[in-house]
């Protein structure tokens, strides 16, 4: 099993959908959770960072972790046609200097 | 401010040579960590550089090793290549060791034959 498992796409919904993505981890000691949004053919950019159960907001972007379930989501409201990339998962555990990522969702919004 | 750069950003090897690849970190930054991406798949961790020294490893052979020399330029060197060291290689600096906020390049892919 891998420690840590997203759901592996691809996804393809019209402009102004909500999007849902979703990751599973299996390490308690997994303290730290990013979001990062990979572009064809660039590096990944860090989207959203959070260390805490419950939900952080930007912009259109809503990060949700429940550490008692070990599920982690990224909600796009209004997704745009620009939103369409790879999303990946990260997660740290304190006292590691990697992060261990999920394997990616593709998502297409298509205008 | 600069961003990170990688050099090449394309490259073709044989099996068995070897290659060496190259990052320049952000403007600030004294942590340099390298991951592997294979097609369809996230990043994978091979190790990380802290002040010239390596001080984490991922569950990569020897045959992959590296450098931090001390303007926090970075090398990967991939010794006795293998068909399945085809992959877009990722530079990531970031501002401390102990850090999921990295900023990475844009990668170099490597193409083994």
């Known amino acids: 099993q891998k420690e840590v498992e997203q759901d592996p796409g691809p996804l393809s919904v019209p402009e102004g959908a909500i999007v849902s993505l979703n990751c599973t981890y299996s390490n308690s000691a997994f303290q730290y959770f990013m979001w990062y949004r990979q572009y064809s053919r660039k590096g990944p950019e860090l989207l959203m960072y959070t260390y805490s159960s419950g939900n952080k907001e930007d912009g259109r972007f809503t990060a949700q972790v429940d550490k008692s379930s070990k599920y982690i989501s990224l909600f796009i409201r209004d997704s745009q046609p620009s939103d369409s990339a790879t999303y990946l998962c990260a997660i740290l555990s304190g006292s590691a200097r990697q992060l261990t990522f999920g394997s990616g969702t593709q998502l297409t919004v298509l205008p | 401010e600069t961003g990170v750069t990688q050099s090449p950003t394309h490259l073709i090897k044989t099996r068995g040579q070897q290659v060496t690849l190259r990052c320049s970190s952000q403007?600030?930054?004294?942590?340099v960590s390298w991951y592997q991406q294979a097609l369809g798949q996230g990043p994978q961790f091979i190790f990380q550089?802290?002040?010239?020294?390596?001080?984490g490893r991922g569950n990569f052979p020897p045959r992959f090793s590296g450098l931090q020399f001390p303007n926090y330029s970075s090398e990967l060197n991939v010794n006795a290549l293998e068909l399945d060291d085809s992959a877009l290689y990722l530079c990531?600096?970031?501002?401390?060791?102990?850090?999921?906020?990295?900023?990475f390049g844009e990668g170099s892919r490597l193409t083994v034959l």
């Open positions: 550089y802290y002040r010239e020294e390596e001080n």
């Open positions: 990531a600096s970031s501002f401390r060791e102990n850090t999921g906020e990295l900023f």
């Open positions: 403007s600030g930054h004294n942590t």
